[in-house]
């Protein structure tokens, strides 16, 4: 699989350079070159469906048995076995749990998986970034959560000053971690995303300090979110 830019004016690229660029040279967004066709599925589990829905978009870069070791670490971190159970309302109403995560935010869905990919792919290349975010709480929380065992990754988090829930402010600011780093921001979430914004047009800046994102920009995290989406529309297919 090849990803090119939403602006078209970026070299292409393979998944694991996606993955650490984050946003593309041009401002764009990097999406697949094609869109594969989703096939009939016999898993049991949602690890098992997760890599048949991921691995089209990964390799060759990731190959079938790394991806399943990668989303079988991630998952386990889940206190629900489904990771994203279906629970039956009434006779006609279904609603899905995003919340057996250990950060309880849905986004922990991909970030649990999105921090494995960061620290396997830099393993490979002996390489280091840092990843920067802006949040209102729950992507702070999330992703700080799936990159504070990484062993070549940095995070930094920024967030509004008394502009968050006391519970999630306590999960980005007491994580024993020597490469996570919450930092307050007097101003409101606009302010701390135009900062992030700023660093990553910056491209010295971005460049001398590896920066990389975890956010709804990096394709990543997009596809790691689309697998629920997927286990959901399956059990009423």
């Avoid at 629970?87 to 006609?92: A, E, G, K, S």
């Avoid at 992507?139 to 504070?148: L, M, R």
């Avoid at 047009?201 to 689309?226: G, Y």
Wanted: with cysteine; net charge negative; proline share 4%.
């Amino acid at each position: 699989m090849r990803y090119v830019s939403s602006r078209g004016d970026a070299a292409e690229l393979g998944f694991s350079d996606v993955l650490l660029a984050g946003l593309a040279s041009d401002g764009g967004l990097y999406v697949p070159e094609r869109w594969p066709q989703l096939k009939g599925s016999m898993a049991h589990t949602y690890v098992e469906r997760a890599v048949e829905v991921m691995l089209p978009f990964v390799e060759p870069d990731i190959d079938e048995l790394t991806l399943t070791h990668l989303c079988e670490e991630a998952y386990s971190t889940f206190r629900h076995p489904a990771v994203a159970p279906l629970v039956q309302l009434d006779h006609d109403q279904w609603v899905q749990e995003l919340f057996h995560g250990p950060t309880l935010a849905f986004k922990d869905v991909a970030l649990q998986l999105v921090g494995k990919l960061f620290d396997h792919v830099l393993a490979a290349r002996g390489e280091r970034v840092t990843i920067v975010g802006a949040t209102s709480g729950d992507t702070g929380s999330a992703a700080i959560d799936g990159v504070s065992g990484c062993d070549n990754v940095d995070i930094v988090i920024l967030y509004p000053l008394g502009r968050t829930s006391d519970v999630q402010r306590r999960q980005m600011t007491t994580v024993d971690a020597p490469n996570v780093h919450a930092v307050a921001v007097e101003g409101t979430f606009d302010d701390c995303q135009d900062l992030v914004k700023a660093m990553f047009n910056d491209a010295p800046f971005r460049e001398r300090n590896r920066l990389s994102a975890v956010n709804s920009i990096n394709w990543a995290r997009v596809m790691a979110q689309t697998v629920y989406y997927v286990t959901a529309a399956e059990t009423f297919a």
